[in-house]
Structures are given as C-alpha cells and as structure tokens.
C-alpha cells in the first residue's frame, strides 16, 4: 500500500501561482510513476502531469504545459506542481497518484486502466 498525503491548495486570483505538495509513504518503491490529477465539477477526472521517479522524466497535458512544472525530491518521497500564470479553469480538485503504468501517457488520460493510489485531494480555486 502507499499513502498520498496532499497540501498547499487555495484561493489565487488569477495569473497567480501555487505549489501543490504530494508526500508519499507505505509500499514506495513499488510505482515508478508519480501524478497529478484534478477534477472539476461536473467534469471527468483529467490527468495534468506525471513524473518517472527514477530519471526524472515528465509529462504534461496540453492544457498546462508551459505553467505547470511537476518535480519531485526522492529524499523526501515527495511530489510538486508548481503551477504558474493560473487561470479560471484550472480551478478543480487535485489529486497526487501513483502506479506503474507501461504507458505514462496513457496513464495520464485513463488511470482507471492501471492500479492507482489515489490521495485525499487539494482544492484550488482560481478566481478572475
């Protein structure tokens, strides 16, 4: 099992920044994929980015890709998403994953088709 514990969502106007923070503990070593997903009212859940825990590698949905950075410190067992230059619709509830998807990108897109830890979830609201 693995534990996702979120923090640092809130209220920002827009063209602000937040930085979301995921610590994870229990079963680490197991997923080898790291995320972020959000999920706004009425809509689906939507992958945002994704992160290889070992190399580093990253992957973004178009709609954030260049506001948006996910890093991670592996020391620390813990995720970031930096996001920048905010607008209204990234107002949403996000969540930190983490599975072993063959396919991050796919993962990204369908996390139901990988095993999934899910955490509790991080309210940003964006206002204009």
């Known amino acids: 099992q693995v534990q996702l514990v979120e923090s640092g969502g809130g209220s920002v106007q827009a063209g602000g920044s937040l930085r979301l923070s995921c610590a994870a503990s229990g079963n680490t070593d197991r997923p080898n994929y790291m995320g972020w997903f959000r999920q706004a009212p009425g809509k689906e859940r939507e992958g945002v980015a994704a992160?290889?825990?070992?190399?580093?590698?990253?992957y973004y949905a178009d709609s954030v890709k260049g506001r948006f950075t996910i890093s991670q410190d592996n020391a620390k067992n813990t995720v970031y998403l930096i996001m920048d230059s905010l607008k209204s619709e990234d107002t949403a509830m996000y969540y930190c994953a983490a599975a072993r998807p063959a396919v991050p990108t796919f993962w990204l897109r369908n996390p139901s088709s990988y095993r999934t830890y899910w955490g509790q979830g991080t309210q940003v609201t964006v206002s204009s």
């Open positions: 992160i290889a825990t070992g190399g580093g590698r990253t």
